[in-house]
């Protein structure tokens, strides 16, 4: 079955240090590929989309995501976390021929003065 | 350009009863999907309108059924709602064409509780 792994449900990273967030898909077609981000009791907002076009994206609020398809991975960092960047972390799949996202079960990003 | 909009904020219903969301589309989109986001766990897809027409279904039953009307504004209807429906009933629209990755922009969600 189509599925999209996030590994670390949560994450915990001081101000300032490295965030890393991980995400692999399970297909030997490189679907499409975003990440979105959820605030507590909001709606998602998009942080970045791969879309074949390059494999390094940047996105919004300093995030930026590496496609690999050898190892099948979108991997999600930024260089230097700010306490605003805690939130709800989720990567989303577009698979081909389908048209409705599929979502990890998400990463609960934490950020510690 | 508005984004997607969705209403009421929070619902409370009880088991057995029924009910509507609503969702206005970004403008210029053509295409709506619904998911649903349980507490704690990733949203999971309902189902997609297409030009007022269902374009896929996820794993949920017939109980919960949708519209899409001419100016590409949604309805998400759940009949005799059951505890397990307490749930963030998301929409999203998107402009589905040929050669797109269809981007989802989401609205900001209803939270149905279900006591």
């Known amino acids: 079955a189509q599925s999209v792994t996030q590994l670390g449900s949560h994450v915990s990273v001081s101000e300032g240090a490295l965030v890393l967030l991980r995400c692999n898909y399970s297909s030997s077609v490189p679907p499409y590929l975003f990440w979105y981000v959820q605030y507590p009791n909001q709606g998602l907002q998009l942080l970045l989309k791969y879309t074949s076009a390059a494999t390094l994206v940047k996105g919004i609020n300093g995030f930026e995501a590496e496609f690999k398809k050898s190892e099948t991975s979108f991997h999600l960092t930024k260089p230097s976390a700010h306490m605003s960047d805690a939130a709800e972390y989720f990567c989303?799949?577009?698979?081909?021929?389908?048209?409705?996202?599929?979502f990890g079960s998400g990463t609960r990003l934490q950020v510690q003065p | 350009e508005t984004g997607v909009t969705q209403s009421p904020t929070h619902l409370i219903k009880t088991r057995g009863q029924q009910v509507t969301l609503r969702c206005s589309s970004q403008s210029g989109h053509n295409t709506v999907s619904w998911y649903q986001q349980a507490l704690g766990q990733g949203p999971q897809f309902i189902f997609q309108y297409y030009r007022e027409e269902e374009n896929g279904r996820g794993n949920f039953p017939p109980r919960f059924s949708g519209l899409q009307f001419p100016n590409y504004s949604s309805e998400l209807n759940v009949n005799a709602l059951e505890l397990d429906d307490s749930a963030l009933y998301l929409c999203?629209?998107?402009?589905?064409?040929?050669?797109?990755?269809?981007?989802?922009?989401f609205g900001p969600g209803t939270r149905l509780t279900v006591l």
């Open positions: 989303a799949v577009i698979y081909t021929g389908r048209r409705a996202l599929t």
């Open positions: 999203a629209s998107s402009l589905a064409g040929r050669g797109r990755e269809d981007t989802q922009y």
